[in-house]
């Protein structure tokens, strides 16, 4: 079993900025995909952003510029780096991760989700 812990959210006014983690652990033999998605209040969840084993990222478009998505493939951990923060980016944040178990099982596991205000 793979499980997900998530850190890092908050209020922080407009303009500000924020980091937020997710370290997996369990019986992991790889991960492929770690990412972000958020789901604002009334509104479907969406991919904010992700990034491969290898390193190859995708963007939602409403944050290319402002978001960059990291890792540290030896510690499975994920981070997202939000700048130039704004109210539209208020949302429950969850990481995503995809890979293969020590069993050689396939998983998908979600965070438990982050909470983000950016209020003044």
């Known amino acids: 079993q793979v499980q997900l812990v998530e850190s890092g959210g908050g209020l922080v006014q407009p303009g500000g900025s924020l980091r937020l983690s997710c370290v997996a652990s369990?019986?992991?033999?790889?991960?492929?995909?770690m990412g972000w998605y958020r789901q604002a209040p009334g509104k479907e969840r969406e991919l904010v952003a992700r990034?491969?084993?290898?390193?190859?990222?995708d963007y939602a478009d409403s944050v290319k510029g402002r978001f960059t998505i990291s890792r540290v493939n030896a510690k499975n951990m994920v981070f997202l780096q939000m700048n130039n923060l704004k109210p539209e980016d208020t949302a429950v944040y969850y990481c995503?991760?995809?890979?293969?178990?020590?069993?050689?099982?396939?998983?998908?596991?979600w965070g438990q989700g982050t909470l983000v205000t950016i209020s003044s």
């Open positions: 995503n991760t995809a890979g293969i178990q020590s069993n050689s099982r396939t998983f998908e596991v």
């Open positions: 369990g019986r992991i033999f790889r991960i492929n995909v």
């Open positions: 990034i491969s084993i290898g390193g190859s990222t």
